[in-house]
């Protein structure tokens, strides 16, 4: 296969079997949790808005509390750092938008290229200080599992061969760019499967226990 | 401050390694009944957050254990490794495939016997940990749910099995029983020259007790009656409903969880009290307050107050009326009160009603540290020395707010304030909030 089939291969069959992936395993993991029982909670709560606690946990957990940030606060920026690269390099590169275009029809303004490339660099390191620190943390190496690296990689496969499409790396910028696509698909397909569905579930987590706690007047 | 010296390394545990274990149950059985009750327990908020789970460690950094020791094996959400393995190889989403594909091996039975000393020992449920999760997981709520898989296989610790036996057989962990309720309010009633009403056929408020209390701070009972004359309340102790400690939800052992619960609500029931005042114990109010309604299995037709709480609606009515200790003072919020309760203002109230200097600890009052005692930990010896470790966490917090005194609203914590004291020869004893109340109390005109 070179690259010119393997880039078709990728933008065509490889990327629809990937939507397909993505859209079922994300109902079927959703519903698998979500279907199952609920008690009701008959205690009389402290305040009756519970779900605004709820709300509330969903995006006051972005930030850690003030009593952790001498402890957690620099791999938190660090992180942020990545999610915020990937975002921008995802949603603000125009052929990105216009394959997003395509699948959906909603469109908006790109970024420059050098702009892009600079958020996918800053991700790209921000990445690999997060791996550095999941392989010699000894709370995040007893942690660990395959799902941790695999979604590691499945991650930074898409970033770092976009980035050598960009500046033209490689002998062959079609195997380069059909790379770029095919772990597209792949992060797509695997994204239900393994951690980087937090992406999803990070609200319903968040809300779940703000909603709990909220109710009772307790801390959040 | 004392220089009494911790008498383990860094790093150990210092627990036993070989499991307790209850009854004679073969190693699948165990198992069997461990998975089965896990199962049971499994809902929808569990569900999410075993797959919310990022693996990002953080938890690690608000847990005691882990920060006091650097051992790995402390991270709070790690305590839950092998349910969460069952949970994903039984229950989860894609349960079938990673049984198909022998993707999660099965949990043994040796397993669970490792894994008792993080499910118990080294967790108080403080909730410390849901506090500092990225995603908003409630670890305290999944090492519970794991406790009742312990509890069912036999593997719960024996010091933490053998109260909670007793108060099953005897209706205390103590041995608090009935008689020893009786005898020891008609002793104090006569000791202190005070009227404390016990089995009246009607009053408008029920007060419970702790068996810690009752056997080790008994002026807690001559200063709940001081304080509820005082005030003029209609109400009573009862011999059928009085003990609120709940040492089965501790162990796991739902059933006689519900059977602790549903005799203060039956007493409740039979007096037609209005309130029913949970002692100064932060798991009575954890296991009444907020799970009564739930094992009653519908809402309860009476309020359930803190007697911290009760103490300040009084003060706020003006019925409760204090003289001025204006004594340089810290407090120490309990756990299941405060951070997982939700009473914070309460202690405040009384403590502005009595005129004293409060010195705040350096935390917020939501993620105060543990005293380390929490969770039925306070009973398990094999895990003293780990306790003293984290106890001194909790005593360099106090030092540093430079007060004076040492007030708490938890018995549990001021059983494990007195033994670190002890332990570390400290010159702070915790003072009861209940008790500072009672001193105060101002004449009536």
Partial sequence: MNGASLLDFARGPGFEVAVAMLAFGVVWRLVGILALRRPVDHSEPRTGWGWVGGLRLVFSRSWPRREFRERVLHWDIISYLFHIGYAVAILGYVPHILVIRNLTGLRWPGLPGGVIAFFAGISAAALLALLGHRMSSPVLRRLSNFDDYFSWLAVFAPLVTGLMAYYNMGDSYQLVLGLHVLFGDLLLAWLPFGKIMHVILFAFSRATTGTVYGRRGAAL | ???????????????????????????????????????????????????????????????????????????????????????????????????????????????????????????????????????????????????????????????????????????????????????????????????????????????????????????????????????????????????????????????????????????ALAVQAKIVILPECGHAYQAFRWTGANIYGKPLPFRALHISEFLAEEIRANRLTLKSDPRSMTFHDPCQVARRGGVFEAPRVIFRALGAQLHEMSSTPAANWCCGGGGGVVTIHRADSLRHRVFHLKMQQVEDTGADILVSSCSNCRLTFDDGQAFFHWDKTAHSLLELVADNLAERH
């Fill in chain 2, 1 to 267: 401050m004392s220089t009494t010296t911790l008498d383990t390394p860094a790093g150990s545990g210092g627990t036993a390694s070989a499991p307790d274990r209850q009854g004679t149950l073969s190693d699948p059985e165990r198992l069997q009944r461990a998975m089965a009750s896990f199962v049971l327990d499994f809902g929808a908020t569990a569900a999410l957050y075993m797959e919310s789970c990022v693996h990002c460690g953080q938890c690690a950094e608000a847990c005691h254990y882990y920060v006091q020791t650097g051992d790995p094996k402390y991270t709070p959400i790690w305590k839950i490794e092998p349910f969460k393995q069952a949970y994903k190889r039984q229950i989860g989403p894609f349960s079938a495939f990673y049984r198909l594909f022998h993707l999660k091996r099965p949990v043994t039975t040796d397993e669970l016997g490792k894994w008792q000393e993080l499910i118990y020992d080294s967790c108080t449920l403080c909730g410390r940990c849901t506090l500092v999760c990225p995603m908003g997981i409630d670890i305290p709520s999944l090492v519970a749910a794991a406790r009742h898989g312990m509890e069912a296989a036999g593997l719960t610790p024996h010091d933490l099995w053998e109260p909670t036996d007793r108060a099953e057989r005897e209706g205390s962990p103590l041995g608090a029983t009935r008689q020893v309720l009786k005898e020891r309010i008609a002793w104090l009633a006569d000791e202190n020259s005070v009227k404390i009403p016990l089995d009246l056929e009607q009053a408008d408020i029920l007060v419970t007790i702790s068996s810690v209390e009752i056997m080790k701070y008994p002026q807690a009972i001559v200063a709940l009656a001081r304080i509820m004359n005082h005030v003029r309340a209609s109400w009573t102790f009862r011999s059928d409903g009085y003990e609120a400690t709940n040492f089965s939800m501790l162990s796991g052992d739902k059933k006689g969880q519900r059977n602790a619960t549903m005799l203060l609500i039956n007493a």
